[in-house]
């Protein structure tokens, strides 16, 4: 009976640090993985306001040779 005892102590407390590796681990994971995101997404903003400044710089070139709107004021009765 006192050998039972013990198997079913060091089985319950084996478990319990295996559930607490496994938490930890995830927990972890989630760490990592949130990181990873916020890493992601401040590149995307980098990447996209380049992009922006690349456009405008075509976008300035093109509107150079363009035909420009000229201002006409409305015709009044007299």
Known sequence: MKLFKQIIIVLIFGIITLFNVRLYS?????KNY???Q??????KKKVSTEAKKEKNKKTEKK???SRTR?????????
Do not use: R, V
């Not at 995830?26 to 989630?30: G, Q």
């Not at 000229?70 to 007299?78: E, M, R, S, V």
């Open 26 to 30: 995830s927990n972890s994971n989630n």
């Open 34 to 36: 949130i990181q990873h």
């Open 38 to 43: 916020k890493e992601a997404k401040s590149k």
């Open 63 to 65: 509107s150079n040779g």
């Open 70 to 78: 000229t201002y006409t004021p409305p015709k009044t009765d007299k």
